[in-house]
């Protein structure tokens, strides 16, 4: 008689450094002989993948967690584990010891590799561990990745973050920067094109500011994966205004495959604020990188990120802030309410902004951001896009959901008389054109 194959759960916070590691998390899980399920309630195992980034997915997090105590009562040999960035901080583990002894394994962002091995002796041993590495030793290759999606692919090129910028965390959670070989990037995109990957998403907290070996940097890494059959569609975040290099926008002209968009976090439009955040760049900077890409790439999408209330903002610095999206004009920009970060220089400037006046600041910072948006999507309507599908779209299950180059998400339907089989689109390109354009999404036909 076989035994019940034990089950899995996991719970991801924050970035797509985050969902990669549960990727890999999954997958070699999955190569242990365990089952991966999307319902948390019946999962043998849960496992927590955290985010320190900003206080409220902290809070989500411990929140969480509390849920999961009852079960834990109800049932001992229910395994609960926690991961990701939150553990890298004394200050949690030290939470956790205190308030939730009960959680089964904790480990890091830098001993992911070793998380089977403890979960094996936390079963066999029925004890409870904890292991975290202050830094990553060095890059473990070869782990095995279960994707979220079958022509999309996520690839880590480099780990960790040199630039400490005063409000962020990353930094001190995911150590210091270390790049993987040209030679490892480019045996793994094979092997995923061998596996049906159309697309890959380069990742890192500066994936800008790789550096593979002496001739390697970033731009090279690009020109040797454009090379690769197979793949069809590369893309990258995050990157640094400070290493947006002229071989990068040359990378951009010459590389077919290299998606025409770029996300280019610029996080704040006065320059007083932009020193105190210690980002390298100032506003005519900026400003001017912006110019470069959009002349020497047509049509290229841009988006950003933005944080609103850092302390001492003034109104000043923030109108600064509106005209500089006014100037740009983004695709589409991701907005965030200054949180503190213990630890973090910020953290202890003594003009932090009072909460009623960084939400009202968020509040109209938002609405232009999104009015831009929704303008931005309405010049492509009558247009013919290439759409790389995903798979079934998410509001409607009729519809199938795909982004174009730019990175723009498309719904659009198949025709039941058409002869075509849903199904078989995913992973495909198709044309389609543009009928309806939202703030957030573009709606179309397949022009078949
Ligand atoms: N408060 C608010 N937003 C933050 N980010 C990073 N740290 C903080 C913080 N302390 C935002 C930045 C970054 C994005 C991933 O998260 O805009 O680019
Ligand atoms: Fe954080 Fe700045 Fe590094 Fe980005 S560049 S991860 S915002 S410290």
Avoid at 100 to 113: C, E, L, Q, R, S
Avoid at 221 to 232: F, S, Y
Avoid at 351 to 357: A, R, S, T
Avoid at 369 to 396: H, M, R, W
Wanted: proline letters at 4%.
């Amino acid at each position: 008689m076989t035994e019940k194959q034990r089950t899995f759960h996991i719970t991801t916070f924050g970035c797509q450094m985050n969902e990669h590691d549960s990727e890999i998390i999954a997958g070699m899980l999955t190569e242990q002989g365990l089952v991966q399920t999307d319902d948390r309630d019946s999962a043998d195992i849960e496992i927590m993948n955290t985010c320190s980034v900003r206080e409220n997915a902290d809070k989500r997090f411990f929140g969480t967690l509390g849920q999961l105590k009852h079960r834990k009562e109800r049932d001992p040999s229910f395994t609960v584990c926690v991961c990701g960035c939150m553990m890298q901080q004394q200050s949690v583990i030290d939470t956790l010891k205190a308030k939730y002894p009960w959680v089964d394994v904790v480990f890091g962002t830098h001993n992911i590799h070793e998380f089977p091995d403890l979960l094996e002796r936390v079963h066999r041993e029925n004890i409870r561990l904890t292991s975290i590495y202050p830094d990553m030793e060095e890059i473990v290759e070869g782990l095995p990745a279960k994707r979220l999606f079958r022509h999309k692919a996520l690839v880590n090129i480099m780990y960790g973050c040199n630039n400490f910028c005063t409000y962020c965390i990353v930094p001190y959670t995911r150590g210091r920067e270390k790049s993987r070989c040209p030679e490892a990037v480019l045996s793994e995109i094979r092997d995923l094109a061998a596996d049906g990957v159309k697309e890959v998403m380069l990742l890192g907290q500066i994936v800008n500011s790789y550096k593979g070996d002496e001739n390697t940097g970033f731009p090279e890494l690009i020109r040797m994966i454009n090379d690769v059959p197979g793949i069809e569609r590369i893309r990258f975040m995050t990157s640094h205004p400070k290493d947006l290099s002229d071989g990068l926008i040359k990378a951009f002209t010459d590389c077919d495959k290299l998606c025409k968009n770029i996300h280019l976090p610029v996080q704040a439009g006065s320059d007083r604020i932009l020193k105190r955040m210690n980002r390298h760049y100032d506003r005519a900077k900026y400003l001017e990188l912006v110019d470069k890409l959009r002349d020497a790439v047509p049509g290229i999408t841009i988006s950003t990120d933005i944080i609103v209330g850092f302390p001492g903002e003034t109104e000043e610095d923030f109108l600064d802030t509106l005209s500089l999206v006014e100037r740009v004009r983004y695709d589409s920009a991701f907005t965030f309410l200054y949180s503190v970060r213990n630890g973090t220089p910020a953290a202890k400037y003594p003009d932090q902004i009072p909460e009623d006046v960084k939400h009202e600041r968020f509040g109209r910072l938002v609405e232009l951001v999104d009015s831009i948006s929704a303008e931005k999507n309405l010049a492509y309507l009558g247009t013919v896009q290439d759409v790389l599908v995903e798979g079934p779209s998410k509001n409607d299950k009729l519809a199938l959901a795909g982004r174009t180059d730019g990175f723009k998400l498309v719904n659009f339907r198949v025709e039941d008389n058409s002869g075509i089989d849903p199904a078989d689109l995913a992973g495909k390109t198709v044309k389609v054109k543009i009928t309806d354009a939202k703030t957030f999404s573009l709606f179309g036909e397949p022009v078949l």
